[in-house]
């Protein structure tokens, strides 16, 4: 079945820094990906849509500056959140579509935690 | 637009007994609907989905749901309860845009009793 893999699954950085997340389509190819977050015990919040070749289209009220979406190549996206603070700590996670059936596959999550 | 509620935030049963979580939605366009499960600190898993073909779904793991019309709703069911199911569950409709993204209710969490 389709697969798509969330690298990594969990990353402590420090206040300021900049962590890169990484979503593949192992078999199939995405020209668009969903990236989510989650705070704990909510439901998942669309961020933005990637769109292979050309810019991501961002949620109202998501820092497009902060949270910086690549989507370089038909099987790979990236989300890199840019100067993190606490408040970004969250659990990320990102979905595409194999197409065909409708269906939705997602990643594992990311859980970011900024210290 | 679209959006999907679902009610109770929690539910309890016993091992063994009738699982019953609820989802209404509200569509301008025939919807797409879809039930999620999610373990804790995992992505989400596709339980069942309904794509406008035969209105009883079953998924996997002995779940199905039916797609109501009338009701607008897509309640999900399993005839017995295992201590695996214990979980947050998820329903979700899918937008008629080209991207087809998705939207999530709030979540139920699962909580089943030995």
């Known amino acids: 079945g389709a697969v798509v893999s969330q690298h990594p699954s969990w990353v402590i950085c420090k206040s300021g820094t900049s962590v890169k997340i990484e979503c593949r389509s192992l078999?199939?190819?995405?020209?668009?990906m969903f990236w989510y977050r989650q705070f704990p015990k909510q439901s998942l919040m669309l961020m933005a849509t990637s769109n292979e070749g050309s810019k991501a289209t961002y949620e109202q009220g998501v820092e497009k500056d902060k949270f910086l979406i690549n989507h370089a190549s038909l099987t790979l996206s990236t989300l890199t959140v840019t100067s993190a603070h606490p408040e970004d700590s969250s659990f990320y996670i990102c979905?595409?579509?194999?197409?065909?059936?409708?269906?939705?596959?997602f990643g594992s999550g990311t859980r970011l935690t900024v210290v | 637009a679209q959006s999907v509620t679902q009610l109770g935030s929690h539910v309890s049963v016993s091992e063994g007994a009738l699982v019953l979580l609820r989802c209404n939605y509200s569509?301008?366009?025939?919807?797409?609907l879809f039930w999620y499960v999610q373990y804790p600190n995992q992505g989400l898993q596709l339980l069942l989905k309904y794509t406008s073909a035969a209105t009883l779904v079953k998924g996997i793991n002995g779940f199905e749901a039916e797609f109501k019309k009338s009701e607008t709703s897509f309640h999900l069911t399993k005839p017995s309860a295992h201590m695996s199911d214990a979980a947050e569950y998820f329903c979700a409709v899918s937008s008629s845009g080209s991207a087809r993204q998705l939207t999530f209710g709030s979540g139920t969490q699962l909580t089943v009793l030995p």
């Open positions: 569509s301008s366009v025939p919807p797409y």
């Open positions: 078999d199939f190819q995405a020209t668009t």
């Open positions: 979905s595409a579509r194999p197409g065909g059936d409708y269906g939705y596959t």
